[in-house]
């Protein structure tokens, strides 16, 4: 192997750690949607708490499997936060931008369909930017590469500095 991942593997990486935060973002998201709009919150709070449980989502999404490979909590909350704070930063900021964007998006409500494909259609936008976001992280060892040291696959190099 030439020093570390091909750019293939490279980008394959960037979309499973981005589908990783694009799962945990959409259960926030959707989940904060429904509370907010249940509760007639404004579009503010609704989007404020639709952000916070996007955070904890993929957050969660991403300590489960480094938490099996045997690392303590709180190194696994750091790995964690390490990985995903800008894939998750990006990819909220895109959606709810667009959620914001398309016009009357916001207000249509859960039963609409325009809602639902304005979601649909936001974290599509956010998955296309957020991959070269990850990928460039991961490239200088940063985001997912932080977690993949704990996936207990046996590929890759496990050097410790």
Known sequence: MNHGAAPASLTK???SATLHCLAGCAIGEVLGMVIGTALGWSNLSTIVLAVALAFVFGYALTIR???????????????????????????????NGVMLVVPGAMEAGLNSWLFWTALAFSLAIAFVVTVPVNRWLISRGRGHAVVHQYHGGHEGHHDHH
């Open 13 to 15: 990486l960037a979309v």
């Open 65 to 95: 499997p480094v938490l099996k490979s045997g690392l303590p909590l709180k190194k696994a909350i750091g790995v964690a936060l390490a990985a995903d704070t800008v894939s998750i930063a990006v990819m909220e900021i895109v959606d």
